[in-house]
């Protein structure tokens, strides 16, 4: 837990969200941490979402089985779009159902069938392993919040009705089945002993895991990294 | 009450493992959010989070997970 300004803890780091907030009543123990710290402006004004890569909106979306909403507009338009949605986004309707991502230019089409030529604000089914998605509805740029709000609601009771409920051990097997591969940009690992590295050892009971592929390395039990 | 915090989600900081050493792939369940129903809207990005953070003065409650599974994408 942080401060607002994003560099004082209130609490120490954990693994699990038990070991911060205690297994008796977490959620007396978040709304303790909310409590220190009232909203001092509108949340209904609160910021629109964005990534760093269309590519893990996809796979975020597709993670949270939410549809993707992509804003694909020119840098000019994007700016004002950017506030003019915060309305539509923490809408009662909206909020929490879906995710939101700005992108430029055309590459983002390589992943998603159905898109036009046109910049939009294009509402996405996100693919079983968010490799590839595709376009469910694509708005103008200047539509109105009551529009996008509709078509955001149709698009998300659409996607309930037709879509398979993930069951992640099962979504996971299904995917090495299959060969699925995703690649982040940051290096596999992690920073075991809190230097600050990416350590790529292997696990504690020897297992060859963290880091065993990423980086070409092996993982220190020496076996082979699955896929 | 989950408005009361600017939630970021650090993706794709731990690697290939899920949830760090949390669940093996093979204890995964499934959401207990039937689909389409509102869950928590993720600052996917710690710019985005740390700005609604700053402008709205709510704490913030960050989480780092990966949206892979031993290289398998989709899955939290």
Not at chain 1, 61 to 73: F, G, T
Not at chain 1, 165 to 172: A, I
Not at chain 1, 202 to 208: E, F, L, Q, Y
Not at chain 2, 13 to 35: E, H
Request: hydrophobic share 35%; glycine share 12%; aromatic share 8%.
């Amino acid at each position: 837990m942080l401060a607002p300004d994003g560099q004082r803890w209130l609490s120490r780091a954990s693994r699990g969200a038990e070991q911060v907030l205690g297994r008796s009543d977490p959620t007396k123990e978040l709304e303790r941490f909310a409590l220190m710290y009232p909203a001092t402006a509108d949340t209904r004004e609160a910021l629109v979402q964005d990534f760093h890569s269309f590519r893990q909106a996809l796979n975020v979306a597709s993670a949270d089985q939410r549809v993707l909403v992509l804003i694909n507009a020119p840098v000019n338009q994007e700016t004002k779009l950017r506030d003019s949605l915060r309305s539509v986004v923490n809408d009662d309707a909206v909020i929490g159902r879906f995710h939101f991502d700005f992108e430029q230019g055309t590459q983002w089409k390589e992943q998603v069938t159905g898109a036009n030529e046109s910049p939009g604000i294009i509402l996405i089914h996100p693919g079983e392993f968010g490799l590839k998605g595709k376009v469910l509805k694509q708005l103008p740029l200047d539509a109105g919040d009551d529009l996008i709000i509709a078509s955001l609601k149709q698009a998300n009771a659409a996607f309930a009705a037709t879509t398979e409920k993930k069951v992640y051990s099962q979504h996971v097997a299904k995917g090495t089945r299959q060969g699925i591969y995703f690649e982040g940009a940051v290096p596999y690992g992690e920073d075991r002993d809190g230097d600050g590295e990416i350590d790529h050892r292997g696990g504690s009971r020897g297992r060859g895991g963290f880091g065993a592929r990423g980086n070409g390395d092996r993982g220190r039990s020496g076996r082979n990294p699955r896929n | 009450m989950l408005k009361r915090f600017a939630f970021v989600f650090g993706m794709a900081v731990l690697g290939n493992w899920c949830l760090a050493q949390g669940p093996r792939p093979g204890n995964l369940g499934a959401s207990k959010l039937d689909l389409g129903q509102p869950g928590i809207q993720w600052y996917t990005t710690w710019e985005s989070a740390e700005a609604e953070a700053k402008r709205s003065g709510r704490a913030i409650m960050f989480v780092a997970a990966a949206t892979q599974c031993h290289g398998v994408s989709g899955v939290f």
